[in-house]
């Protein structure tokens, strides 16, 4: 099935450092949207994105819809310790199709 | 509390045995998926209903066999299991239609195969 190119694949950061991860496709996307996974966990949404151009918050997170449609970035400000885990995109090409496609995860690990 | 839920959390067996996971949402949502996630983190679709008629049907053994009673339950059974089957299997579950494709995942359950 269509692949989502994410990168990095992991990345070490020090608390209190902002982190910036983004997502790839050679096709449009409808839908974008960002999952964490803890150790352990299934995926949690943290954000779904519906418009080019959108910009979307959820406390420290902010993930965009990039222009072309082809692409999303996810920003984590003042990293905490908890936020260590597997972050996920996934994105949906069609409206009412329910298949997702998803990148193979960025493991973010903060150093205290 | 309002969740997908998975039964059960480890499973441990030997090769060629049959096992079953059960999945249940109270969301209310009417598709239900079984993801496949292997050492390496990768999500792999293996299956989806909507409504309880199968739509998604990934190049899967026909060793697996998804089942779903009604709209709230996606149960996965798994005949003659294999060395490769072992990995952690997902449950999820959406709403479809227009404006997206939001799936809420369960907490996974480890298939580890003797």
Not at chain 2, 54 to 81: G, M
Request: hydrophobic share 30%; aromatic share 10%; net charge neutral.
């Amino acid at each position: 099935g269509q692949q989502l190119n994410q990168s990095p694949q992991s990345m070490f950061i020090q608390e209190g450092e902002d982190v910036s991860m983004n997502c790839t496709s050679s096709s449009i996307f409808n839908t974008w949207l960002w999952y964490k996974q803890d150790p352990g966990e299934g995926p949690v949404l943290l954000i779904a994105l519906y418009k080019a151009g959108e910009l979307t918050s959820n406390g420290r997170l902010t993930a965009q819809f990039g222009i072309t449609r082809k692409d999303s970035f996810l920003n984590i400000s003042a990293s905490i310790p908890s936020d260590v885990g597997i972050y996920f995109c996934a994105g949906q090409r069609g409206y009412g199709n329910n298949r997702l496609a998803f990148g193979k995860g960025n493991q973010v690990v903060v150093i205290p | 509390d309002t969740a997908v839920s998975q039964t059960p959390k480890y499973l441990v067996t030997q090769m060629g045995n049959d096992k079953s996971i059960k999945c249940e949402q109270n969301l209310g949502h009417d598709t239900m998926y079984w993801y496949k996630q292997d050492s390496k983190k990768f999500l792999k679709i293996m299956f989806s209903y909507n409504n309880k008629e199968l739509i998604i049907n990934e190049t899967v053994p026909n060793r697996f066999s998804p089942k779903s009673p009604d709209k709230a339950h996606l149960n996965l059974h798994i005949n003659s299991l294999e060395l490769g089957d072992s990995a952690v299997y997902f449950c999820a579950s959406s709403n479809q239609g227009h404006g997206g494709n939001e799936q809420f995942f369960g907490p996974g359950t480890r298939l580890t195969v003797l």
